[in-house]
């Protein structure tokens, strides 16, 4: 392997050899040891927005819509940073319906971010806003992508709200049939309703498949990822 060899310089640079010249960088902030310390990172975060109302189809979407009316509220405390009707988080598992959401979900999210990963869900859930009816910023790790869609936005519906962006708080003012995926580590929230009428989404969290639990890939699938190394011929 290639010998990496940090020297530190009286010019106040940091000095880093790979055996093929050396990299200067300035060294402003040496990290701490032997303690967990948070750092500000400027990272850049995909969020996908887009209606599939259509690919959903409506009696998908009227069915998932009345089982959350007649669902209610499994929180009765609310206990949780969603301050509104909550079911339970295991829809997908109880409801074919919500699984089947989840499956038109998950190939889209298979597709973000700088290397695309294999998913499935982890939770699946309605949630039901009623006027003065909100939701405190809050993220979902450790799961991979966050989602929601949604099912009945009245007029004048609260946006969902992504307050850490760079250039401040990043809105979406979501209709009928909207699907939102974001990663699960950043922070949402959405404000408290002004609206008569119910508010109404599904939401989810997706998880990695781990490698042990993926099939192996087939020969052709192989040779679509992988290119060889010389060329016929050579």
């Known amino acids: 392997g290639v010998c990496c060899r940090p020297r530190n ?27 967990i310390k948070n750092y500000d990172i400027l990272v850049t975060r995909p969020i996908f927005i887009k209606n599939i109302f259509d690919e959903v189809g409506s009696d998908l979407h009227y069915t998932m819509e009345s089982i959350i009316l007649e669902t209610g509220n499994e929180w009765p405390k609310r206990p949780t940073v969603v301050q509104a009707n909550m079911t339970n988080l295991n829809m997908h598992y109880k409801h074919p319906s919500f699984n089947k959401l989840c499956d038109i979900v998950i190939p889209y999210a298979e597709k973000m971010g700088s ?9 699946c859930w309605g ?11 809050h993220a979902h790790w450790p799961n991979v992508w966050s989602w929601g869609y949604y099912v009945k936005v009245p007029q004048g519906s609260m946006p969902l709200v992504f307050p850490e962006g760079k250039e401040g708080n990043y809105y979406v003012f979501p209709q009928v049939g909207d699907l939102v995926i974001f990663p699960a580590w950043i922070k949402h929230e959405v404000p408290p309703s002004v609206c008569e009428e119910d508010r109404i989404l599904v939401a989810g969290n ?28 050579n």
């Open 127 to 137: 949630v039901l806003y009623k006027k003065n009816d909100f939701s405190i910023a």
């Open 206 to 233: 997706l998880e990695r498949i781990p490698h042990k639990d993926l099939p192996l890939p087939s020969v052709e699938e192989i040779k679509n990822v992988v290119q060889p190394y010389t060329k016929k011929g």
């Open 115 to 123: 290397t695309p990963i294999k998913c499935r869900a982890s939770d």
């Open 9 to 35: 310089k009286p010019d106040g640079l940091f000095h880093r050899d790979y055996g093929k010249g050396e990299i200067q960088m300035t060294d402003k902030i040496p990290l701490a040891r032997d303690e």
